[in-house]
């Protein structure tokens, strides 16, 4: 299966880390599904975006051939994609848009445009349709430890080594935002995705303690 691009204005380099059968998954259940983007900033705004996108792909694809007498019907599968980027400005990924113009070594604001509606492109190459999640929830149900299909998406900005605090520009129900140890997280149910409404703007900001303090 192939990656998934990260694109960026400076072009991209792609680094397919894995690609795993949820059932070998290890924790058990969780708050929230495992698909989403991370993007982790240094202190001179470079740094990597990670896409973790859960898929249902066609059972023949995937279907173990080392078997014997077992019909395979179902098949869920994470992929995970990894580049960098140069410049946390304009990074994206489809119409997922970070806007971080102001990005400086000691501080600032980080925005995060996230697009909703049936016509919004990103969450579809991270999450499958809800009538495919029925037949992904049925799957994950059958494994060795269940699995639970919370069918969300998140995305967390980290930055190194500040302290952030990130909330949504106009609040959206049902939609989570927490800022910890540098990590601003947004979890997003699919619904609210699906339905259509102006994009979620995530801001968050940043500051890296002592830098501010030293500045003249």
Known sequence: MRGIPIFTRFGARLAPLAIVAL???SG???????????????ADGTGTMTVAALTAPAIASIGPKA???VVWTDGVQLTITVGDFKSLDDVSFEDLVVDAADFAADGGTVRVVIPRGPDARWYHALHVSAKARKTMAKALARTIKKVELNENL???VEIT???VAANLVQTVPGVSVTSKRG???????????????????LAINWERPGRAASRP
Do not use: H, N, Y
Not at 30 to 40: E, F, K, L, Y
């Open 23 to 25: 059932a070998v998954l």
């Open 28 to 42: 058990g259940c969780a708050s929230q599904d495992p698909a989403g983007i991370r993007i982790a900033v240094g």
């Open 67 to 69: 078997s014997k007498d």
């Open 154 to 156: 998140t995305i967390a």
């Open 161 to 163: 080594g500040a302290a």
């Open 183 to 201: 990590v601003a997280t947004i979890v997003i149910p699919m619904e609210v995705l699906e339905q259509s409404g102006a994009p979620m703007v």
